[in-house]
């Protein structure tokens, strides 16, 4: 599977939008792009994935650059409750295997 | 999606002994995934289990240290055996489609050696 980076952390201020970038310039047509997010002792927990149109959910929007070299979650209002570590994580729709190579994610810190 | 219930949540052992770690869905899955998280760390991928063959294990685990069962396509087992403090650790299990559907995990086990 292709390799994403993520900057290390994050800040940002409650009830304001908050824009996650994920780079993947190595990304192959059938890689799908996944977001998971870890709060503080917890498992990870999906949060969207695209492959090349931008999407919507009810936790967030992915917004895919044109050449799919990266991405971006977008976190429309953040809340306290969105502390968490993003992982952006590429998932080859070829590979059989079904695993997830995880990176080391970005640490998003919320300031009340 | 499906839910998955995993225990023990936590424990402490004494070195040398050995923990079973449970994982319950509440669907048939066809792949199971256990992960292991050290502290501060990110996921590493330990082993896919797939019901009624041989668990797959990635490169630096081996059976005999994480043996797996899977005897059917709800439940799994990850044990941890003779400990040592460097397996202190969060374990975790995943279950998932495929790259078109996003990965459930479980609350996870943090395991701690002494």
């Known amino acids: 599977d292709a390799k994403t980076t993520q900057p290390n952390s994050m800040e940002s201020n409650e009830e304001e939008p908050v824009h996650l970038p994920c780079n993947h310039s190595t990304i192959s047509g059938t890689d799908y792009i996944h977001w998971y997010r870890q709060l503080p002792s917890q498992g990870p927990e999906y949060v969207i994935h695209g492959l090349t149109s931008n999407v919507n959910n009810r936790m967030a929007s992915l917004a895919i650059a044109e050449d799919r070299k990266s991405s971006t979650l977008i976190l429309h209002r953040a809340t306290l409750r969105d502390a968490a570590v993003y992982y952006c994580?590429?998932?080859?729709?070829?590979?059989?295997?079904?695993?997830?190579?995880w990176g080391a994610g970005t640490k998003l810190i919320i300031k009340p | 999606s499906a839910v998955i219930s995993q225990k023990p949540s936590r424990d402490i052992c004494q070195r040398g002994t050995s923990l079973t770690i449970q994982c319950q869905v509440d669907s048939q899955v066809t792949m199971m995934f256990w992960y292991r998280q050290q502290p501060g760390q990110s996921l590493t991928l330990i082993a896919t289990a797939n019901q009624g063959s041989e668990a797959t294990y990635e490169s630096g685990f081996v059976i005999d240290k994480f043996p797996i069962s899977r005897p059917n396509l709800t439940f799994s087992t990850l044990t941890v055996s003779n400990m040592s403090p460097e397996d202190s650790s969060i374990y975790l299990c995943?279950?998932?489609?495929?790259?078109?559907?996003?990965?459930?995990f479980g609350s996870g086990t943090r395991l701690t050696v002494v």
């Open positions: 995943s279950v998932g489609g495929g790259p078109n559907y996003g990965y459930t």
């Open positions: 994580i590429l998932r080859d729709v070829l590979d059989s295997n079904y695993q997830l190579i």
